[in-house]
């Protein structure tokens, strides 16, 4: 299965080594993760694998869980992050994240346009809806996932309009007959929906390269059926392979049903790795990364998920689907609680075990601990499976996994025919391998 392809791979670059207490190592670096250069020689060691992206998440909410034993204070804009860091690399994708529940499209499609000049065609778009935050943008409540995702697929929509709205074959620079630009081709879109009235055009035309990238984050059904509409990529909550094969089978299929090559969206789940030199040592950085979630804040952050409280049942009590929530309550995360409710259902874990999956200790990602080959194991097995087009690197424990993955990890992947030796194009379209189709 995969002898004509190859992992589609990005970097996060959220500080994920330094989660949990592995900020209080000695050699964790800590105090570096305010400075930008930090995430420059991240981001250059990250080409000189010749990932494909580099990807930052944003928070525009504080929550508890943010603040004091946690090396974690929210998120800078990553969008002005990585055009610092254009400037500093010269083929890896830069995907930001902006968020179409709380900002203007107009002001995203303007600010998305200008990185994409900035890195020369890198920019890519990971849209996400929000699940938090509403309080800082008025006094309404978080709309809900069904409302979330309509304003998504409309604020998309304008977002596409506007940057078609100035072609870059709009400026002709004809010096002999003065001619600058041709308003001809440069027009207003006009548009008036259910939340958004643009009439455009955009300030700046398009970027030679074409269109930008979408990614999308979310694999609710809803989710879903807007990323295989629209995407070029997901960010794909996938805890255990079966998870992923049904997800990337179900989103091939959505696609085709949407008249798309099935093959033009690809899926790539987060891959939270501890890489040790051996076992013993990489369940050691594991064991010290989750040492602060006690049960109580476990049984808390169950509570937010699934809305299932388990406070008064002991650890070895198994959980079945019958002691389930109604599936409509309000939850933070309906990704996460459809995988704790397939997860339960499908196995009655006891309540320990329901207590150490990703959905409740994390952020729902394929977890993998052990030497770099056992993790690239793992890797060629839900990769041969049909789980995964790729993934997003997060290395986790200390910088010790991320120096393993770039110094060992990709090394293998290179040798064994799983990833390049070398870049092939130059932008980020060129990476994923899309057509230099028009706007339009």
């Known amino acids: 299965m995969t002898a004509h392809r190859q992992l589609c791979i990005g970097f996060s670059l959220s500080a994920t080594w330094m989660k949990g207490h592995g900020w209080r190592r000695s050699d964790s670096g800590v105090e570096k993760m305010g400075s930008i250069d930090y995430y420059i020689e991240v981001a250059k060691m990250a080409e000189e694998a010749k990932l494909y992206f580099l990807f930052r998440a944003d928070y525009l ?3 508890p869980q943010m603040l004091g034993d946690s090396a974690n204070f929210g998120s800078p804009d990553p969008t002005m992050m990585f055009a610092a860091i254009a400037r500093e690399t010269e083929r890896i994708g830069l995907v930001t994240t902006v968020s179409t529940t709380f900002n203007p499209p107009y ?10 000049w900035l890195s020369n065609g890198r920019a890519g778009w990971n849209i996400v809806t929000s699940i938090e935050g509403a309080e800082n943008f008025g006094d309404s409540s ?13 604020f998309t929509d304008v977002v596409r309009k506007l940057w078609a709205s100035f072609p ?12 600058f630009s041709d308003p001809d081709q440069v027009s207003p879109i006009h548009h008036s929906g259910e939340f958004f009235s643009v009439k455009g055009p955009l300030t700046l035309p398009a970027h030679p390269s074409g269109s930008i990238p979408l990614f999308q984050a979310g ?28 997800l990337r089978h179900d989103l091939r299929r959505r696609a085709e049903a949407h008249g798309r090559d099935p093959d033009a969206i690809k899926v790539l789940p987060g891959l939270y790795f501890f890489l040790g030199e051996t076992r013993e040592e990489a369940h050691a950085l594991y064991q010290a990364a989750h040492a602060h979630l006690s049960v109580e804040r476990r049984q808390a952050s169950l509570q937010s998920v699934l809305g299932l409280d388990v406070s008064g049942l002991a650890l070895d009590h198994r959980v079945t689907a019958d002691m389930m929530p109604d599936p409509n309550q309000p939850v933070r995360s309906r990704t ?11 196995y009655q874990p006891t309540v320990a075990e329901v207590l150490a999956r990703p959905e409740v200790t994390g952020s729902a990602h394929w977890v993998a601990v052990g030497t ?40 293998q992947l290179v040798e064994r025919g799983l990833f390049r030796r070398e870049y092939t194009g130059s932008t980020l379209k060129d990476h994923l391998g899309m057509q230099h189709l028009s706007l339009e």
């Open 372 to 411: 770099v080959e056992d993790v690239l194991n793992d890797i060629m097995e839900r990769f041969e499976a049909g789980a995964i087009d790729g993934f997003i690197a997060l290395p986790g424990g200390s910088e010790q996994s991320m120096e393993l993955f770039f110094e060992k990890l990709m090394p």
């Open 168 to 179: 870059h074959e709009a400026i002709v620079i004809d010096r002999e007959s003065g001619k």
């Open 107 to 116: 002001i995203v499609a303007r600010q998305l346009q200008s990185l994409h």
């Open 61 to 63: 909410y504080m929550s």
């Open 142 to 154: 978080m709309p809900s996932p069904q409302e979330r995702y309509a304003r998504a697929r409309e």
């Open 336 to 346: 996460h609680a459809e995988l704790l409710r397939r997860y339960i259902t499908a």
């Open 219 to 246: 694999a609710s059904d809803t989710g879903r059926y807007f990323a295989a509409s629209i995407a070029d990529a997901i960010f794909a909550a996938m805890p255990d392979l079966e998870s992923g094969v049904e």
